[in-house]
Each structure stands twice: as structure tokens, then as C-alpha cells.
């Protein structure tokens, strides 16, 4: 007599749950709890059971008859609120969509694809080069060899080799874009223009001015007998597109291993507009008080890079730059933390 409850209870909440509509439940409840349904009839029989064992059985033929009829209510309730939500949206056609939010361009994608289009105007391909880079490439070819203090500057973040075939200390994050010089060198061959946006990382200590990870375009042309003169053209023209015509700029030499000579381009503070002074009267922290920004190193192409790369350095020359991307995009918006750039709050994304 159990099972037979039993088998009654399961069957009759396995035909509830699957129903979706009010007129089939009904038909359920009588087959089940109708004057000739399974359980009336079932529960009739135990009267027919020896009297000892009809108060257990009764309990429990009690128990299948709530659990049905507790099922059958529920079941009631999900196909009411379903029918009202379906009914509900049936009447909101005719209603106005909510508007999608569009996103645009992250000003660091804004600016970089300006400085393409400039650089593209005056015959620059643009290539793209691998974050994870060998040392040959990053620092030997730019004759930067090992032990040089030059590399010092670089504070370059070195790859865990264990486990695989690579020399320790030969595969590292690349600390400038400069190391696509020679991996560009080797496949064309000149007259080359080429620019290579791109990431580059360092073990910094992040704060408003400094981060592990900062943009650069790097730049460089070979062909026969290129000039300083032709640098500076280039450096003028490209900021004075990018920044506007009446960007000012002043030279300064400098030294880095793979150009000789070393130019630093600055160009005149975009926050204190040159006067090192806020309106406030207080000193502008941006350009450091100086009323200038370095933006764009630069140099004639070293010997030694055009010969490691299997050029003739008495046939061809040329000259390399890089544009600090971070500094630019922070320039031209006037935000005075890089660590917006990197922030994803849309509140100031939408600001540009
Ligand atoms: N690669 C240098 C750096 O990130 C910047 C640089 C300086 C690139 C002079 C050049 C150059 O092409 O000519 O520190």
C-alpha cells in the first residue's frame, strides 16, 4: 500500500510540473483527487487493511494528498504570473526601446590614429612588433651591449625562462618600441619610413607622472644621405599637426647608444602655456616649473645600428624619434594624471 501511495504521489507531480495551462490542471485534479480519482480510490482500500496498520497508512495517504494539492496551487500561481508577464509584454510593443549606451573611441586609440593619419600623409607605413622581446633586439642591436649603463635607465622587467628553452635574461617585456628598428631593418629594405605604435613597460613605481606601462610611437627613416635637417622638418611638421600651428618647439641635444647626435624635442607647457606659473599664482607641476614638456626624443641613426641591421653605413643614414604617447594624449586633454588613462570609469572616459 505505501508504493502504491508513493508511485501516485510521484506521478501526479511529474503530469503538475509539466502542465503550462489552467484547463489541463483542473482535469489532473480530478483524475487524482476527483470522486473516482487514484487517491480516492486508493484511500477507500485502506479501510479494507488490518487495523493496526490503518492510522500509519492513513498519515501518510494524508501527506500525498496535501503534497498534490500544494502542487497543484503553486503550479496555478507560475502559470498566472507567466500569463501576465507574457500579456505585459505583448501590450509594451508599441512602446519605446530603451536606448543602447554607444561607446567611442579611448582617447589613447583617438590619438594614436591621428598620429598615424599625419605620419601616413608624409609616407610612413605603420608596423607592429612583439611586447615580449629578446634582448638582442630590445638593447645588443641598439648598441646597447650588455653591461652598458645605458641599460640601466631601462629598469627592464625579465621573463621567468624556467621550463622552457630560452636563455635566462634573453627574453624580456620590451622597454621602448626602438627594438622594432632592427626587426624592421632586417625584413625591407630602403628607402624605409616606418612608425611603430606601441606598449612598452618598466618597473616603475606607479604615480601621477610614471607607470609599469606607457605608449610610444616610434619612428625612424633610412635612405641615402639624410640629413639633421630632415629630422627637425619632420618633428616640426608632425607636431604642428598634431598639436596644433602654434605649438612651440625648442631643440636640446641629449645622448641614447643608438643615435648620434641626440635630440629631446619640448614643446611649450599646454597647462601653464609656457609661463611655468598657474593663473593661481602657483608653480604648474606638470612641466616641473619649466614652462617646457619633452615630448619627443630623437637622433641621426647610429653606425653600429644600420651595421648590426646589414646596412652600409657609409651608403645609407637616417634618423629614429619616438613620441611619448601617454605624454601627448595628457598634453592635448590637459589631464594631469596618466593614471586616468588607465582608469575605467566611465565618467571620465566620457569626458573625451
Ligand atoms: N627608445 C628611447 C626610450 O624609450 C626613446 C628614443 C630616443 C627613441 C631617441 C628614438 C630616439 O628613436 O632616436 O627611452
Known amino acids: 500500500m505505501e508504493e502504491k501511495l508513493i508511485a501516485i504521489k510521484n506521478s501526479a507531480l511529474s503530469i503538475i510540473l509539466d502542465t503550462s495551462d489552467k484547463k489541463t490542471l483542473e482535469e489532473i485534479k480530478l483524475q487524482f483527487l476527483g470522486r473516482n480519482g487514484q487517491l480516492t480510490l486508493a484511500i477507500k482500500e485502506i479501510a479494507k487493511l488490518p487495523k493496526e496498520r490503518r492510522p500509519e497508512i492513513g498519515v501518510l495517504a ?20 507567466f500569463e501576465s508577464e507574457t500579456k505585459k509584454e505583448q501590450i509594451d510593443t508599441t512602446a519605446p526601446g530603451i536606448q543602447p549606451k554607444i561607446g567611442h573611441l579611448h582617447p589613447m586609440t583617438q590619438v594614436i590614429y591621428e598620429v598615424v593619419d599625419v605620419f601616413k600623409s608624409i609616407g610612413f607605413q605603420t608596423a607592429d612588433g612583439p611586447e615580449i622581446e629578446t634582448d638582442y633586439y630590445n638593447f645588443e642591436a641598439l648598441n646597447i651591449p650588455k653591461h652598458h649603463p645605458a641599460r640601466d635607465t631601462q629598469q627592464t622587467l625579465y621573463l621567468d625562462t624556467q621550463n622552457s628553452k630560452v636563455t635566462p635574461g634573453e627574453a624580456i617585456l620590451r622597454t621602448q618600441t626602438s627594438a622594432m628598428q632592427g626587426r624592421v631593418m632586417e625584413k ?23 607607470s609599469f606601462e606607457f605608449w610610444q610611437v616610434e619612428g625612424f627613416l633610412v635612405d641615402e644621405q639624410v640629413r639633421l635637417t630632415d629630422l627637425f622638418g619632420t618633428i616640426d611638421y608632425v607636431l604642428r599637426k598634431l598639436m596644433g600651428e602654434g605649438t612651440k618647439l625648442k631643440f636640446a641635444t641629449t645622448n641614447f647608444p643608438f643615435v648620434e647626435p641626440g635630440v629631446d624635442t619640448y614643446i611649450e607647457c599646454t597647462v601653464c ?78 569626458q573625451f
Not at 288 to 314: C, D, F, R, T
Open 273 to 350: 602655456k609656457g609661463k611655468a606659473r598657474l593663473p593661481n599664482g602657483q608653480g604648474c607641476s606638470f612641466c616641473k616649473q619649466s614652462g617646457w614638456s619633452e615630448i619627443m626624443p630623437a637622433g641621426m641613426i647610429h653606425p653600429y645600428v644600420l651595421s648590426a641591421a646589414g646596412y652600409n653605413p657609409k651608403e645609407l643614414s637616417g634618423f629614429a624619434f619616438a613620441i611619448g604617447l601617454s605624454r601627448l594624449v595628457t598634453l592635448k586633454y590637459q589631464m594631469d594624471d596618466l593614471r586616468l588613462l588607465t582608469n575605467p570609469d566611465l565618467r571620465i572616459l566620457e
Open 62 to 81: 494524508n501527506e500525498v494528498k496535501k503534497a498534490i494539492e500544494q502542487t497543484l496551487e503553486n503550479q496555478k500561481l507560475i502559470i498566472k504570473k
Open 188 to 210: 625591407i629594405k630602403p628607402p624605409i619610413r616606418v612608425i611603430v605604435p606601441g606598449k612598452n613597460f618598466r618597473y616603475e613605481q606607479v604615480d601621477a607622472s610614471h
